[in-house]
């Protein structure tokens, strides 16, 4: 799947989830307490984020493949999938934990603790760094009515690139590192955490990367989402065995290595994806 294919397809996607936020909005959500405002359909984490991996499946075929694990699995780290982006050089993973802006502008489950008290994006963290080539990342789901319009502009971008700023209404998909969500705890209003995030699609669009491929994408990643963070993750030349092993055929084969892969750094979704 070559660069302008995979960004048409993540540009779709981040426009289809903030249409459909838009649509649970204008549901009739009547409330029994005197006085109280319709807040519309709560579309939840887990709804958006089955949404984003069918369409990238959609989007991307036949350069994807998507496979689905055990939802218990996901308590067990804090994470909703991983995306791993493969050329014929190099991996680059996200582990991925997504959250969604509630009707009153923030997003309540940002700081959630788990049952043994730790912070789940302590374990996100944690879960990333023991996974070579693999980054930690919140995808925030916003729709419409999140505050005035406002333009996100590119911090590696220079105006000879011609890389014109993004409006912030016109997309629903929107990153942010998991170590900017843990220095900004306990934050969790929209405006608090607009400065640090970044376009989903931006990250596979970028027209300033120097290179193509796996590694572009790995540098406009450092360069935008991780920017202020001390991190030196690179892409690697082979991913972790978890990866390796259903990309390659050995799902079924291997099941019972599989759950023992899996086991304490599990996922909802594991999805690879094939670029140019």
């Keep these: 799947m070559n660069q302008a294919e995979l960004c048409d397809a993540f540009m779709r996607i981040s426009r289809g989830v903030r249409r459909w936020m838009g649509r649970a909005q204008r549901v009739s959500s009547p409330s029994l307490a005197k006085g109280a405002l319709p807040l519309g ?18 989007e991307c075929a036949p ?25 014929r050089r190099a991996w680059l993973g996200l582990r991925i934990q997504c959250k969604v802006l509630s009707p009153g502008g923030r997003f309540e489950g940002l700081h959630y603790r788990l ?21 930690p990342v919140y995808l925030l789901f916003v729709g419409p009515g999140a505050g005035p319009a406002t333009h ?16 912030h209404s016109a997309w629903g998909n929107w990153w942010i590192s998991a170590y900017k969500v843990r220095q900004l705890r306990p934050a969790k209003g929209l405006p608090s ?36 963070d001390d991190i030196h993750v690179q892409a690697v030349s082979r991913p972790p065995r978890y990866v390796i092993l259903p990309h390659e055929g050995q799902l079924s084969v291997a099941a019972e290595e599989l759950a023992q892969l899996l086991e304490g750094r599990g ?9 140019e």
């Design 267 to 275: 996922m909802r979704h594991l999805v690879v994806l094939d670029v």
């Design 41 to 58: 359909m709560t579309l939840r984490e887990t709804t958006l984020t089955d949404y984003v991996v069918l369409r990238l499946l959609e």
């Design 152 to 167: 996100w502009r590119c911090p590696s971008c220079r105006p000879v690139t011609r890389c014109p700023p993004t409006l």
């Design 63 to 87: 350069a994807v493949k998507v496979f689905t694990f055990p939802a218990h699995l996901e308590t067990q780290t804090g994470a909703d999938l991983e995306l791993w982006i493969a050329d």
């Design 115 to 135: 049952r043994n008290g730790a912070y789940q994006t302590d374990q996100l963290i944690q879960a990333a760094q023991n996974a070579p080539g693999c980054l």
């Design 193 to 228: 955490l607009r400065p640090n995030i970044v376009p989903w699609h931006c990250v596979v669009c970028c027209p300033a990367q120097r290179s193509s491929g796996v590694t572009g994408i790995s540098a406009t990643a450092l360069a935008t989402i991780f920017q202020d």
